[in-house]
Each structure stands twice: as structure tokens, then as C-alpha cells.
């Protein structure tokens, strides 16, 4: 049997252009509001391997039941990567990754030259 690989936590990033940036604020202030979350830096421009303005919100494995069926429902039209945090940024943004919306191309490259590569444990 392979090794049982496992989540310590989640990410989603919800992705947005000049048009969309009132819809994108409104999905962060009420994801705020009902979850116990961590909410990233708001950027306006692609940045490491996001092809466009994006924020971060990561959460706890245990609220993935509940934050995903909401964003699923609520997410207004947005593009929201789902990805775990197994140690392995490469894996966790493509063959771990889900997608609610219109998939975006993730640069690769910088994650395979500036992320974690390997798994620990």
C-alpha cells in the first residue's frame, strides 16, 4: 500500500480581475464573518504562480465541510482553487487541487523553483 498521505490544512484562493474586485470583497467579508479562517493579503495583480489578483483564505481540516459547500453556493461567478497543505506545493495546486468555477493555468514553474517540494513524515 502507498503511503497515506494527509492534509494539515486547507487553502482556497479566490481569484478576481478590475471588473470583479466588488463581487471579491464581498465573498471575503462574509466568508470572515462565519468561519474561523485566515484570510491572506488582498493583491490586485498575479503574483507566484496566480495568473491574476487573488486572496488566500486557509482553514483548519475540520471546516472543510462547511466551507466548501458555502463557497460552492456563494462564491458569485469567482474562480476558487481548493487545494490541501500536504508539503508538497507542486501536488497540492495541480493532482490534489479542485476547482468551483472556471479553472485558471497556475504558473508551475515557480512553484517547482520556489516551493516545498517534499514531503516530511
Do not use: C, K
Not at 10 to 31: G, I, P
Not at 50 to 57: D, L, M, R, S, W
Not at 88 to 99: C, I, L, N, P
Request: charged share 20%; proline share 5%.
Amino acid at each position: 500500500m502507498q503511503q497515506v498521505i494527509e492534509a494539515t490544512g486547507y487553502h482556497a484562493h479566490v481569484y478576481f480581475d478590475a471588473a470583479q474586485q466588488a463581487a471579491a470583497r464581498r465573498l471575503r467579508e462574509a466568508v470572515a464573518q462565519r468561519f474561523a479562517v485566515e484570510l491572506g493579503r488582498w493583491r490586485e495583480q498575479a503574483y507566484g504562480p496566480h495568473p491574476v489578483g487573488a486572496y488566500q483564505i486557509a482553514f483548519a481540516p475540520a471546516l472543510f465541510g462547511q466551507i466548501v459547500p458555502w463557497l460552492m453556493l456563494n462564491r458569485e461567478g469567482l474562480s476558487v482553487l481548493l487545494h490541501p497543505l500536504t508539503g508538497d506545493d507542486v501536488e497540492d495546486h495541480s493532482d490534489f487541487a479542485m476547482w468551483l468555477g472556471a479553472p485558471l493555468e497556475l504558473n508551475m514553474d515557480f512553484l517547482r523553483q520556489h516551493g516545498d517540494n517534499g514531503r516530511s513524515g
